[in-house]
RNA sequence: CGGAACGUAGCGCAGCCCGGUAGCGCACUACCUUGGGGUGGUAGGGGUCGCGGGUUCAAAUCCCGCCGUUCCGACCA
């Protein structure tokens, strides 16, 4: 492709509204453009790419025998009435205006109503049907480019079996073929898993990606493979120790001490001999949670631990429940439930607020001076702790979710009376899985893994073109004759090639190729020319060697394979 | 949906506080120049100042309403 004829229209400059790299560089490097908010058009360029990774896609999901469908964006609102999902998905369900129609958020529904038309029998399946298509979500807030739009490409699976193990088959080859996916387009990738409970449910793992545009927080073992949401992430965390004398309780004048950190400073203690309070409204009643030093409270555990919703009380309420603001208030005297996180079993000798302004109580033993308290994993683990499952030092981390695989069961052919007649004779609910990969998503987490300050790092399998040639001056007719040849010579080879034959100074094309991001650069110049050499330059390494024109096709064999 | 900022040429921005001729850089057009890291010059084209209303002799500028975009938070099958 002659780049004085594709539409690139690159950008000097960062606009205004994208902040995370991905967002910048799709903008900058002219392979898309917005439309609305979450709302993007593709540009050739960025077309070319969102092709391959949908290819790679395919050609995964073929091999598990998949075949592809082509379904409906424009669903009839009743079907999605049949599961409860009109309300479950409430104002993310976008509503067509003059029709009773909705824009298909995902497709679980349209699966099951054709499956229940369609399968008769076990004999039927097992049948992995999908699709890869633009699904609508009214997100309230799209953010960061391509990763939370309102509209988006999606790869969403669904497998159909008529028993459990066959559903547990299924889904191990999905997981097999995400893994490949994701490896081939050049994925740092890791799995959060169902047995660490990230979804709360059985069956089911998230493909993700560590990066910092991410709006998951995991903690991940990269020793293991250990990985969960930090909601319920857990970590070998030391017990307080109990010493063998406990102290009297003491009251200490500590004014203007209200963090732990302000405490620790003004006592000359350590951190592990504090013990910091935090009051919770649950069912309208307080609930004092302490938690060991600075550690922060986790909700989700919490909610978990007492299974109802708890919420932060007000300062006013604080005042009234304990006597005390927040940072004087701690469990010697405190009317309610008492819970500490385990990190603090039975510790004595603690520092904590006395319930009174101004003043600390030191000398507590939790096990003599709080009656009744029970014990709970509440604490929110952070970088550097010990793995659960190695003990080897994890990282706390923001992440992008690419892909879910998950188990469904007959959630849906329930809801909708999609039934085979198995074996036995009997009738019974279609066993399902479902299975989605964000297209855009891989895009812009690949670029968020690989870019630098000058633009885009494409490996081979994403890249839109294998080769960016650059003709350096267009006027004199030997850079013209030679970039002309090795255009046609290498295209004829099979690469997908860049031609830069614009009449452009040379800096103008050396950045715009490394803002494009091609693999490998051929620069053809005058005066390597009369040499009979070109030069070659690795976009993620940035090194340049000279090769003559005879050797380049081998040395491209090489440096592309 | 709560909090904040922004909206002026294709892009990035100044002008607004203190009302009076709409400006800068890049991009674009023509010509010259240069030709291995966004070359230098000359001459040009391009604007309902987001929309609507109000105040005023006069509004990009002050006031009210709306819309849009982004950021923080809530939400995220």
Same mark, same amino acid.
Request: hydrophobic share 35%; net charge positive.
């Given at each position: 492709m002659r780049q004085s004829k594709i539409f690139i229209p690159t950008l000097k400059e960062v606009p205004?509204?994208?902040?995370v790299p991905s967002h910048v560089f799709m903008l900058r490097a002219g392979m898309m453009r917005p439309l609305g908010a979450g709302i993007y058009s593709f540009l050739p360029l960025g077309y070319r790419v969102a092709k391959k990774v949908m290819e790679i896609i395919r050609q995964e999901m073929d091999a598990i025998g998949g075949q592809e469908f082509h379904l409906p964006a424009l669903n009839p609102r009743e079907i999605w009435e049949e599961t409860g999902r009109v309300e479950a998905f409430g104002d993310i369900l976008f509503s067509v205006k003059n029709r009773d129609y909705v824009l298909a958020p995902t497709h679980e529904e349209i699966i099951t109503y054709h499956a229940r038309k369609v399968v008769r029998s076990? #004999?039927? !399946?097992p049948q992995i049907w999908y699709q890869i298509q633009t699904k609508f979500r009214n997100e309230p807030r799209p953010k960061s480019g391509v990763l939370r739009g309102r509209q988006f490409t999606m790869k969403d699976a669904y497998s159909l079996d008529s028993s459990w193990e066959g559903l547990d088959k299924s889904y191990a080859l999905h997981d097999q073929a995400y893994r490949k996916i994701f490896t081939r387009c050049g994925l740092k990738f890791f799995v959060v898993g169902a047995s660490s409970g990230a979804m709360g449910g059985s069956g089911s793992e998230e493909f993700m990606v560590n990066a910092q545009a991410g709006e998951d927080t995991v903690a991940h073992c990269e020793h293991c493979g250990y990985a969960a949401n930090v909601e319920v992430a857990t970590s070998r965390t030391p017990v307080v120790t109990r010493h063998p004398q406990s102290k009297a309780n003491e009251l200490i004048h500590t004014p203007n001490t209200k963090s732990i950190d302000e405490l620790i400073a003004f006592l000359n203690i350590k951190e592990e001999e504090c013990a910091k309070s935090r009051v919770y409204i649950i069912d309208e009643k307080p609930v004092l949670v302490l938690m060991s030093g600075n550690d922060e409270v986790n909700e989700t555990k919490l909610q978990k631990a007492l299974s109802s919703e708890p919420r932060p009380a007000h300062p006013e309420e604080l005042a009234e429940i304990t006597g005390a603001d927040a940072g004087s208030i701690g469990p010697v005297g405190f009317k309610g439930r008492i819970i500490a996180d385990l990190? *603090? #079993?039975? &510790?004595?000798n603690l520092y904590s607020g006395a319930n009174k302004n101004d003043y600390h109580i030191g000398g507590i033993d939790l096990k003599r001076d709080a009656e009744g308290i029970e014990y709970f994993d509440l604490r929110t683990v952070t970088s550097g702790e010990g793995c659960p499952s190695c003990g080897k030092e994890m990282q706390v981390f923001t992440a992008i979710e690419l892909g879910h695989i998950f188990k469904l069961g007959t959630k849906y052919s329930d809801a909708m009376g999609a039934t085979f007649l198995d074996e036995d004779g009997t009738e019974k609910p279609i066993i399902m899985g479902s299975y989605g990969i964000g297209v855009e998503r891989v895009m812009a987490c690949y670029i968020e893994q690989h870019h630098d300050e000058r633009g885009i790092i494409w490996n081979k399998a994403l890249a839109p073109f294998h080769i960016h040639l *650059? &003709? *350096?001056? !267009?006027? #004199?007719e030997p850079v013209i004759k030679a970039s002309e040849e090795l255009y046609t010579k290498l295209t004829a080879a099979g690469y997908d090639v860049l031609f830069d034959d614009r009449e452009a100074q040379a800096g103008f094309k050396f950045n715009d190729a490394d803002l494009l991001g091609m693999p490998v650069q051929v620069i053809v110049g005058e005066k390597k020319l009369a040499e009979g050499k070109v030069e070659v330059k690795l976009r993620a390494t940035g090194e340049r060697e000279d090769v003559s024109l005879t050797e380049l096709e081998a040395y491209i064999q090489k440096v592309l394979r």
């Open positions: 205004n509204d994208a902040v076990y #004999k039927e !399946m990190c *603090l #079993k039975e &510790g004595n *650059l &003709g *350096l001056n !267009m006027k #004199k």
